[in-house]
């Protein structure tokens, strides 16, 4: 089974992933930010399907974003959103990944996705 999906729109890094927050007198806790959240929800809401995929999948990602932001830092966002959605069941099941980069300018930024079943079994995956 393949999906695919494209998204257009400012990319959240996982940088803005969490903040500190005191949970009681002496403890620190770590919260996800509104800006997280409502990245994810947005992506989430936008993704449609007609199945989810049940076991081990690979995911590729085309980025499109300016030069000056990590290539990393969406990744765990997108995958999130992914679970929220139902997509997939656990962004732990995702076998293997692939992130091709393009510096965009006037294209804006935005992604593109493509899940595929992995031909990775449960056992493959296994610790």
Known sequence: ???????KGK???VNKWKLPIRIG???L???????YRGFVSLIAS??????????????????????????DSPI????DAMQKSGLI???????????NRYFSTQKGEGFSLRV????????????
């Open 46 to 71: 936008r993704i449609s399907y007609p199945e989810p995929f049940e076991g081990a999948v690979d995911v590729e990602i085309d980025l499109y974003m300016p030069s000056v932001k990590d290539s």
């Open 89 to 99: 069941r656990n962004d732990n099941l995702v076998c293997d990944i692939k992130i």
């Open 25 to 27: 007198k002496n403890k």
């Open 1 to 7: 089974m393949r999906y695919d999906f494209c998204f």
């Open 76 to 79: 765990k966002p997108i995958l």
């Open 29 to 35: 806790g770590m919260a996800l930010t509104k800006e």
């Open 11 to 13: 990319l959240i890094g």
């Open 116 to 127: 595929t079943d992995s031909e990775k079994t449960k056992a493959d995956i296994a610790i």
